[in-house]
């Protein structure tokens, strides 16, 4: 695949397979990881899905406090790293806002979680 686009505050009922499968972005919820991480654990040792979620609230944090930017539609991705290993990114940077840094505590996380639950379920919870 191209990217790996990291849902993991999904899940995916059990059905039949798709006959129809697209490698340019292709979602991982958390368990799918798991099985990415051990199937190729030799070629591109992937750190736990507990870790690589922390990770996400950690920038989402910074995001929000330092950026002061919303995060609104960002999406966190895995890649390759242009050599033979991968890498995290975030994509989707065009309908993020800037929060006014003169709003009030109470306003500014209302739009951070309006943002976040805006979001694909891509961020866990």
Known sequence: PSLCRLYFGTTYRDRAPSRFITT???????????VLGNAFANLCPLPVAADVARGMGEMLGRLHHTARVDARDMEFVLGGDGSDGCTYFIIGYNQVHRIDPDLDLSSTVTAFVEAFYQNDAGDPL
């Open 24 to 34: 340019v972005n292709f979602s991982l919820n958390e368990d799918r990881y798991n």
